[in-house]
């Protein structure tokens, strides 16, 4: 004779979603909001970015199926367009002709480095991955 088995082992249990671990969610937060602060502090002191960008890189995996897995490659996006178009902007700024489209490429790239900062801050806060 054979034993029954209850219908309830049949069933598949639905696994945990990465998201639903509260432990995870938090720590994907604090590090993205850490780089967050350290690509503001960057305006000032510009090392911390670099922070920054290394904590993205090592944290982004750790934070897949978390609300906060875009923002890691977010912000390491945020980094290099902005060091790409500051480096461009700069050696235009220091060549004569070159400094009529090198400041405002400055600007500009100050510009787009705070909207992706404070866009990624505001969503980071509210628990949403940023688009």
């Known amino acids: 004779m054979t034993s029954a088995k209850p219908i309830s082992d049949d069933i598949p249990q639905p696994a945990m979603a990465v998201s639903e671990n509260p432990i995870l ?6 590090f ?3 780089a967050y602060v350290l690509f503001l502090v960057g305006i000032v002191v510009p090392l911390t970015p ?20 875009t923002h890691y490659p977010w912000l390491i996006r945020t980094f290099w367009i902005s060091f790409a178009l500051g480096v461009v902007g700069l050696l235009l700024t220091v060549t004569y002709v070159g ?7 400055l600007i500009g790239t100050g510009i787009y ?3 992706k900062v404070i866009k990624g801050i505001v969503k980071a806060l509210e628990g949403k991955p940023v688009s």
């Open 113 to 115: 480095y705070l909207y």
């Open 99 to 105: 400094a009529i489209i090198g400041l405002p490429i």
């Open 25 to 30: 969610n938090s720590e994907s937060r604090t």
């Open 50 to 69: 670099i922070v920054g960008l290394i904590i993205s890189y090592v944290k982004r995996g750790d934070a897949t199926g978390t609300p906060y897995a």
């Open 32 to 34: 993205a909001m850490i």
